[in-house]
């Protein structure tokens, strides 16, 4: 299904496909939407083209298993209603917290943007506990390697690391790497 190179924001592979396999199950009527709740942050930090593709998957797999001339509009219709359900229900808040929070600093720290240490020392990112992580994250930020890059390195979600970069560049102890 995916290789890891494709692996929403860094996420375990494996996770991905777990929640997507509940995600694909609530879609064909078979678990109730509260199921959702403990998949949310995995599916809400997935690229929004990775879950379109796997959305586009399933419908075209319940078009040929129905035997029956339903309109994939019909489909399309189905997956929409049911997300929209779940919205309804508001079972998603910290996960779409997190995806409007990822996607600003995703905006603020482009791809493959470089920044530098500016001399000024760099603070604690609110409710990020690992200390460790900071220090190493800091240590490569500051060092020019892009967020994109440490997202790869780092066995967390992208989530953590945009939001440090977004951090240091906005209290001013990053900036961008001239060229």
């Known amino acids: 299904m995916m290789d890891s190179s494709s692996s929403p924001g860094g996420s375990d592979t494996r996770k991905f496909e777990e929640a997507l396999s509940v995600f694909q ?3 064909s009527d078979q678990v109730a939407p509260l199921l959702l709740v403990d998949e949310a942050e995995v599916l809400t930090s997935a690229p929004a083209s990775l879950l379109a593709t796997e959305i586009q ?3 075209s797999l319940q078009y ?3 035997g029956d001339p339903t309109p994939v509009s019909d489909y399309l219709y ?3 209603r049911k997300i929209q359900h779940v919205r309804e229900l508001q079972l998603l808040p910290e996960g779409m ?4 929070e990822f996607r600003q600093a995703e905006a603020l720290i482009p791809e493959g943007a470089a920044y530098v240490a500016t001399g000024k020392k760099p603070t604690r990112v609110e409710d990020e506990g690992d200390e460790s992580f900071l220090r190493e994250l800091w240590r490569k ?3 020019g390697i892009p967020a994109i890059q440490c997202e790869k390195e780092f066995p967390v979600d992208a989530y953590r690391i945009r939001r440090c970069f977004e951090h240091w560049l906005q209290e001013g102890a990053l900036s961008a790497k001239v060229q």
């Open 57 to 59: 998957k399933w419908i």
């Open 97 to 100: 917290r997190r995806v409007d």
């Open 25 to 27: 199950e609530y879609l």
């Open 78 to 80: 189905h997956v929409a």
């Open 64 to 66: 040929r298993s129905a």
């Open 141 to 143: 930020a500051s060092s």
